[in-house]
């Protein structure tokens, strides 16, 4: 593995060092980012860092990762803008290339911090955005869905039915959220609580599915749900507790029924979409939250450890065909988006130097980037 760093990093004694990950991948999955001429970003609040998969132009795959604070929902507008919810802001992020660019010979894309609403803690989840382009935001603090406002931390757009008061209490742990044609559509929470940290004694069944227009909960009984998400026409989630990756049907007799589709080793968190794949999030459990799901037992029938990565699943076979492995110190992500028609991205650290001393403007090809985060480049086939 060829691991390039910030050169403050070569002053570091062992002490300083970083704790030690270790990525590993299958031997196609460099193959199938080429062939569908996608990448990937995906979050791990863990770590404080936003991380970008993508293919080397000198082979192999490119893992490049930035400092973030607390990096979780993550929304790609399909025109070079990534929309990302943090610790206490909602960050907008622009890819500064044209299309013939390259940063460092490597990146095709650069993803710069240009816009950051501050918003205060609020546990934000998941993030889209709506008809306007504009950030619609999972506020789990407050039990609500929530907008970015110019004067205030946030601006209430929608609650649940049976929260019946706008409140600093996480109630019922809304977490999830599907758009559709830049409307909120559907939100995953992981009981219907009304009282504060209710949820936590509901894990094992008490998840819901609510229709965000009608209020309306569609879908029931789930374990911790997470990552609603709208594809070809169908409603899919992932029940975290159960490790399983699958759809809501029945939706058009306004109750619908979760149909487990793919069994996937870890607590499930992070999903998107890209032609007939699908790429979903594992982490493993952690803490006494965690204990005790129905994923536990599973894991047990399969003989199987949980770990911390990204499958790729083909939905017409319903089975994982790559996959992207993380091992050692981070177990844990959050969210996943999916980057159509870039090959190699990165993205810059706000208030880091690069945000600081790399400027740009129409025209103009950005100078040499020092890449302040670092890349790590894996050979093909490296498992």
């Not at 227009?213 to 990552?227: A, D, F, N, W, Y």
């Amino acid at each position: 593995m060829d691991t390039k760093t910030h050169p403050k990093a070569a002053g570091q004694t062992q002490a300083q060092q970083p704790p030690k990950i270790d990525f590993s991948m299958s031997g196609g999955l460099v193959n199938t980012l080429a062939r569908e001429q996608f990448s990937l970003a995906f979050s791990s609040y863990q770590s404080g860092k936003l991380y970008m998969l993508g293919r080397s132009p000198k082979g192999g795959a490119n893992v490049h990762h930035s400092e973030q604070r607390k990096p979780m929902g993550l929304s790609y507008d399909g025109q070079g803008g990534l929309t990302m919810a943090g610790s206490h802001s909602v960050v907008r992020f622009e890819n500064v290339l044209a299309e013939h660019e390259r940063v460092n010979g490597t990146f095709d894309a650069c993803f710069m911090p240009r816009t950051i609403h501050m918003t205060g803690r609020l546990d934000a989840h998941d993030i889209g955005l709506d008809a306007e382009g504009d950030a619609v935001f999972v506020n789990t603090r407050f039990n609500c869905l929530s907008a970015v406002d110019s004067r205030h931390s946030f601006r209430p757009v929608w609650r649940p039915p049976f929260i019946t008061d706008l409140v600093d209490e996480d109630r019922c742990h809304l977490n999830g959220l599907a758009m559709q044609d830049g409307v909120a559509a559907y939100v995953t929470a992981v009981s219907r609580s009304n009282t504060i940290d209710g949820w936590r004694d509901r894990r094992a069944d008490g998840g819901v599915v609510i229709d965000v227009r009608t209020g309306e909960i569609v879908c029931e009984g789930l374990s911790m749900p997470h990552s609603p998400r709208l594809h070809d026409g169908e409603l899919w989630i992932l029940n975290s507790g159960t490790g399983e990756f699958g759809v809501v049907t029945g939706l058009a007799k306004g109750k619908g029924r979760f149909e487990p589709r793919v069994f996937c080793p870890g607590f499930l968190r992070g999903l998107a979409f890209h032609n007939n794949v699908a790429i979903v999030g594992l982490s493993k459990p952690r803490y006494k939250r965690f204990e005790g799901l129905a994923l536990d037992e599973r894991l047990r029938a399969a003989d199987s450890e949980p770990w911390c990565g990204l499958q790729i699943i083909d939905l017409s076979r319903g089975s994982c065909v790559d996959w992207f492995r993380i091992d050692g110190a981070l177990a844990e992500l959050y969210d996943v988006e999916v980057l159509p028609g870039i090959a190699c991205p990165m993205a810059v650290t706000p208030d880091s130097g690069d945000m600081a001393n790399v400027i740009t403007y129409e025209g103009r090809t950005p100078e040499p980037v020092t890449a302040e985060g670092s890349e790590e480049t894996l050979p093909d086939g490296k498992g």
